[in-house]
């Protein structure tokens, strides 16, 4: 439900150990059927729009590694050259 809410589209959901139904972009489910309960339903899954995270989601793991990557790099720098200048 949680995804369903944080980019704003619906879930289609089929589980055979747990709920199974159709999940609106507002975290809802809708046609639900529980769990050893058989049977179908017909649901309709609305397109809405994409939340900012929907749409930029991905950017931000990108940021982070190039965070990661720039702050490894100061600090191998800084310790090739305290290690230069212990040895010269």
């Known amino acids: 439900q949680l995804r369903s809410i944080e980019t704003g589209m619906p879930i ?51 940021l982070w590694l190039a965070f990661a990557v720039a702050a490894l790099a100061a600090v191998g720098q800084q310790y090739v050259r305290s290690r230069l200048r212990s040895s010269g």
């Open 12 to 62: 289609l959901r089929a589980a055979n150990t747990g709920a199974t139904g159709v999940i609106d972009p507002t975290g809802r489910f809708t046609g639900k059927i529980n769990l050893f309960q058989r049977g179908y339903d017909r649901g309709t899954a609305r397109l809405g729009a994409p939340t900012f995270f929907g749409q930029h989601g991905g950017f931000w793991k990108w």
